[in-house]
């Protein structure tokens, strides 16, 4: 089992950046696939990006492509959601998430069975 921690959100001017950090517990963290989702008020949860355990594949919803960029650190235990050119509808709690059956996919389409409890992003017009 792996608890994931969200932390790097906050309020940003549009066309601003952000950058969130979700720490994942355990030694098996480069194992699994991980994914960022994002819900916003009133609407249901979206994927935003996933990246599969060596890094080497990523995979963006067309909404973010080019502006956000997934990577990750095994040996911190770390994945990172680099936001830039930020708009006002980029305003969510974002998630991060694990998938352990299918670390070499990078895909909005895999279960993900660990989530965080979200962090708050905010971008004001």
């Known amino acids: 089992q792996v608890q994931l921690v969200e932390s790097g959100g906050g309020l940003v001017q549009a066309g601003g950046s952000l950058r969130l950090s979700c720490a994942a517990s355990g030694r098996t963290f480069s194992s699994y696939s991980m994914g960022w989702f994002r819900q916003a008020p009133g609407k249901e949860r979206e994927f935003v990006a996933a990246?599969?355990?060596?890094?080497?594949?990523?995979y963006y919803a067309d909404s973010v492509k080019g502006r956000f960029t997934i990577s990750r650190d095994n040996a911190k235990n770390t994945v990172y959601l680099q936001m830039n050119s930020l708009k006002p509808e980029d305003t969510a709690v974002y998630y991060c998430?694990?998938?352990?059956?299918?670390?070499?996919?990078?895909?909005?389409?895999?279960?993900?069975?660990?989530w965080g409890q979200g962090t708050q992003v905010t971008v004001s017009s």
């Open positions: 998430a694990a998938a352990r059956y299918y670390s070499g996919i990078a895909s909005p389409f895999i279960t993900y069975e660990y």
């Open positions: 990246i599969n355990w060596s890094g080497d594949s990523t």
